[in-house]
């Protein structure tokens, strides 16, 4: 991995003044408009003078030093790193489609693959009626529990404000549920990662507002006790709702609809293969079943006839409202439409199948070799967990030890350190998109770490050793803080 | 089948090593009782197939002559912008996560927050949020933990300011209890008059939001209305188009007074301008950038400049212990991700137009805004509805119910802008028309012409 070993300076030591790109400046134009001096910027922003092959000389070597789906297997845990199709992002960067004002005449074309999308989001999800306007999973559960809230208000209950999730959810159940003015109970689940019954029962009550749940669990094994987690939670007039992060696992298998969920939001930059485009952008549609139809988030995409137009405040009087200027990640749903229709119904369902296969193989095989899964008596679902438990007690490593020497074999690094409650944890997601002999290899790469860390285990405290970086100090990172550059005085 | 490599003969060894016979078997700890039926969605199709029929219905949308910003601007794109982002070590990359093997997106990131401080007059930028609406929403979340001189909650939203970001904050803050009182414009000048803040003066108020330029395109007196807030103890909020800040003065140098703090306290904004496309309304990012003092208190991610261990410098998320994933319901926001194709695309834009290339296009949208407000209030039946310096957009009046005009307008190719009816029914017939350096002198004479034609057409045959 030697060809990763780049340096590149920062672009603005690159700049020189009076460098330009000037091709890509407008031509000037004449006239006598002009900013009032008071309101005038006093001198020009410090931004780097550079020329065209400078600009992408640089931001083309940046992109030599990152590991990406398109350069390495990626089977980083609850974030489904599948094949991003070519097609996806070709046919929605057709110049009419990337020309479109959002708020010009409806444009039918673009309106009928968001409408079809909605459709097919709402029949695979097993949901009543699905808005795509949520711009990440975030985002997504927020107009889930938002949705929750506004429907106990309609009824006058709105003392409801806690939400129920379990000690292994994702840092954003809680997160969101705070931004929607709720409390937050944990509660935990038992040895073998089901959601523990008898805490449940003891959780629920009057104060109820529902229940965040994801299924299969961030543990990587299916909640068997579903039905009955439902039934509790309804009885005590809570609602349920979906985490849709690992929706990759079940696809076409089972439906969150008839899990007896209320609300789900779904990743479609997981399970739908659109882009994670290093960090975002995401699409986090939200589907309800009947009791939360009132309160879905605009705009939403309805059909008068023939004629496709936006659903909005009119339509929806009840909606929690808009959650972005405009449409929401309109380019990123339509990469989803794409890859829907791509795939279709067989497609889909071996989605499922061949995600939890890969798991399954994978972790097999790393159980043959001595590694010890967190839920051995348990079926991985698309990923399952590593804990190193052991080996940190026997040889004094680490999982991010082991994360960074997986870097110098050529594989991105699992999750590491979720879900917390796991110690010396691996996260491991291999997706459908990989090979058996790619699998075969990752496999290969643990096994001869495993090697190195009875023999020579400093080849694991200090790597990576191939890296563009050695590993970098964080704690450096926060106490003295470097976060832009600044023009010498 | 699509995008599985799987061989009979490798699912066959698979199933062996797990010990099942079937992958249906994996699915057995999965009530019977659950599992799903066929799913009633189309069968897959080819990319060919899928080509035609998506080129068919882009085909169909057409490429209309575009006069509508509001908050979305149609600017040059360089060609390397997205033939660099589309690379797939950025389009197909995650969250840098693990440092060492992502310097290439922190270090772009870093730049990108260097950039955004550098337009903004700001001391720290984070890496971007959703949109320049829900950035507003964060930023007013953040203005509550920050002004602890404020218990009230109460933030001031001018009228002037975007309507749709009014409404996604409330959306968003609201839930926690967060009340927002609207400010109301100058009928004449189109801009917010320090007159209709002193009614608050020396009130309990967290922030008062300012919008430059504002929704309407107008200039608004940000000295004064920053110095006004900071003498009440009132953060200010400011949310700007990225573009203007080649020519405007950037917030971090609002206000005169020397017995107060200067410049905005928080600073977000729509960041499309800088090189993503329109795309029918997202995907965008939004843009952050505060004070050092507040950062600890800012949502989203940061990166940070470190050393390694052979004490070379690189690159890391930092300040983490703001976020939701080690925090959980204490964290400063829900948000995970950001928008970092988007500040990829941004990023190199900015290095192509530099501050040279910046302040053209500024300058030429500026002029031709003035251009098309001329030539279009020369129409019969049509004039400009505010005094107030303007940027690159314009209000107009008409003198009948715009939207049959805007349709007829439509039907010829031209979106002639946003009909403001609805949002400010207290203006009448009113528009809001913006043009960039994208639209020629020939663009704006077919759209005056098409608009006399439309609202006059007996003088226009005559």
Redesign the interface.
């Known amino acids: 991995m030697t060809d ?1 070993q780049l340096r ?1 300076p ?3 030591e690159l700049s020189r003044p009076g460098r ?17 001096a ?5 001198a ?7 020329s ?1 092959l400078q ?2 000389r ?15 297997f ?1 089977p ?1 845990g609850s ?1 489904t ?5 070519k ?1 996806c ?3 929605a ?13 409806e ?4 309106l ?2 968001m409408y079809e999308l909605q459709e ?1 989001l709402q ?2 999800t ?1 949901m009543q009626a699905v808005s795509l306007t949520p ?5 997504g ?2 107009a889930g529990v ?1 949705m929750i ?1 506004a429907y106990h208000r309609s009824r006058n209950d709105g003392g409801r404000n806690e939400i129920i999730v379990p000690q292994a959810a ?3 159940n ?8 709720c ?2 109970k944990e509660i935990p689940c038992d040895e073998n990662g089901d959601v523990d019954i008898d805490s449940l029962k003891a959780a629920v009550g009057p104060a109820t507002a529902g229940i965040m749940l994801t299924n299969p669990s961030t543990l990587g ?2 909640e ?1 006790k ?2 009955e987690v439902a039934r509790i939670v309804h009885e005590a007039g809570g609602l349920l709702y979906y985490d849709g992060a690992n929706l990759n696992a ?1 696809l ?4 969150p609809g ?2 007896g969920f209320d609300v789900i939001h779904m990743n479609l930059h997981k399970t739908f293969s659109t ?9 986090g549609a939200v589907g309800v079943g009947a009791r939360l139809l009132p309160f879905l ?1 605009i705009p939403m995409v309805g059909k008068d006839g023939a004629r496709f137009r936006w659903l909005t405040e009119r339509d929806l009087p009840h909606s ?13 749903n339509l990469r989803a439409y ?1 890859y ?11 989605v499922a ?2 995600a ?3 798991a ?2 994978l972790m ?2 790393l159980e043959a070799a001595g590694f010890e899964a967190a839920y051995p008596s ?2 991985a679902s698309h990923e399952f967990i590593i804990t190193l438990k052991r080996e940190n007690r026997l040889y004094q490593i680490t999982a991010m030890d082991v ?2 020497r997986l ?1 110098d074999y050529g594989f ?2 699992p ?1 590491t350190y ?1 879900p917390l409650l796991v110690p010396e944890c691996l996260l491991i997601e291999p997706t ?5 002999e790619d699998l075969d290899r990752f496999c290969d790469a643990l096994i001869a770490i495993r090697r190195e860390m009875e023999q020579e285990p400093e080849k694991l405290s ?1 790597a ?1 050793h191939t ?8 704690v ?3 106490k ?7 023009p010498a005085a | 089948m699509a995008f599985i490599p799987h061989t009979p003969d490798d699912i066959s060894r698979m199933l062996e090593a797990i010990g099942v016979r079937s992958i249906d078997d994996l699915f057995e700890e999965i009530p019977a009782g659950l599992r799903a039926g066929a799913l009633k969605v189309p069968e897959g199709v080819g990319e060919m197939e899928l080509g035609r029929l998506m080129s068919e219905r882009a085909a169909g949308d057409g490429r209309p002559l575009n006069f509508i910003g509001a908050g979305a601007y149609e600017h040059h794109i360089p060609a390397p912008v997205w033939a660099i982002a589309t690379r797939g070590e950025f389009y197909s990359a995650y969250t840098p996560y693990q440092a060492e093997a992502s310097q290439g997106t922190l270090q772009l990131i870093y730049e990108y927050q260097s950039m955004m401080c550098a337009l903004t007059g700001m001391e720290v930028s984070n890496a971007s949020l959703y949109d320049g609406a829900s950035a507003l929403a964060e930023a007013c979340l953040m203005a509550v933990r920050t002004n602890r001189a404020a218990t009230s909650r109460r933030i001031l939203m001018p009228r002037s300011v975007n309507p749709t970001y009014a409404c996604v904050a409330r959306a968003i803050a609201g839930n926690q209890d967060i009340a927002f009182e609207a400010v109301d414009f100058d009928r004449s000048a189109g801009r917010t008059p320090l007159e209709s803040l002193k009614p608050y003066g020396g009130q309990d108020i967290t922030a008062l939001v300012v919008q430059q330029p504002n929704f309407f395109g107008c200039l608004e007196e940000v000295d004064q209305l920053t110095d006004w807030a900071h003498q009440n103890k009132i953060l200010v909020i400011a949310v700007v188009n990225p573009i203007s800040l080649a020519l405007l003065k950037p917030p971090g140098h609002w206000g005169e007074r020397i017995d107060v703090a200067r410049g905005a306290d928080i600073v977000c904004g729509e960041g499309q301008p800088l090189g993503v496309p329109l795309s029918a309304g997202g995907p965008y990012f939004g843009f952050m950038a505060t004070r050092m003092q507040y950062v600890r208190q800012m949502p989203g991610r940061i990166v940070g400049r470190t050393l390694d261990a052979d004490g070379r410098p690189g690159f890391s998320l930092t300040l983490q212990a703001r976020e939701q994933h080690i925090r959980r319901s204490k964290a400063t926001s829900n948000i995970c991700t950001n928008q970092g194709l988007m500040v990829t695309a941004a990023t190199i834009y900015l290095s192509l137009l530099g501050a040279a290339g910046l302040e053209r296009v500024a300058a030429v949208s500026l002029q031709r805004t003035a251009d098309l407000a001329a030539s279009l209030s020369r129409v019969a039946g049509v004039r400009a509805a505010f005094t107030a310096p303007r940027f690159h957009e314009a209000v107009l009046l008409l003198d009948r119910p715009a939207a049959p005009v805007l349709a007829a307008l439509a039907r010829r190719g031209i979106f002639g802008g946003l009909d403001l009816a609805e949002r400010y029914p207290e203006l009448g017939h009113a528009i809001l028309v913006c043009a960039t350096e994208t639209k020629l002198a020939a663009d704006i004479d077919s759209y005056a012409g098409a608009l006399a034609d439309i609202m006059n057409p007996s003088r226009a045959a005559a």
């Open positions: 990763l590149e920062l672009i603005f330009q790109a000037s091709t890509q400046f407008p031509p000037p134009a004449f006239g006598s408009a002009e900013i009032p008071h309101l005038r910027r006093a020009p922003p410090a931004l780097p003078a550079v065209e600009a992408v640089h931001f083309t070597r940046l992109s030599q030093m990152n590991f990406s789906i398109d350069t390495h990626y980083l974030c790193m599948k094949y991003n199709p097609a992002n070709a046919f960067m057709l110049p009419e489609f990337l020309g479109r004002h959002p708020l010009g005449p444009p039918q074309g673009f009928a693959c097919m029949e695979i097993g711009m990440a999973g975030a985002q559960e927020f938002a809230r994702h840092g954003t809680p997160a969101t549920a705070a931004m929607c003015g409390s937050v094994v299916f068997r579903i039905t079940i076409g298998k089972v439906r008839d899990m882009p994670h485009g290093g960090g975002g952008p995401g699409s988030p929690i409202g808009r959650l972005s200027g405009f449409m929401g990640n309109a380019g990123v794409i829907m229709r791509l795939l279709g119904r067989e497609g889909m369902v071996r199948e061949f939890t296969l890969n399954n193989y097999k095989r348990r079926r994360a960074k870097l991105h690094a999750t979720f459908e998109t990989e090979a058996k200090s990576p890296m563009p970086v050695r590993r970098l100090d964080d450096r990172a926060a003295q803080l470097d976060l832009a550059w600044k």
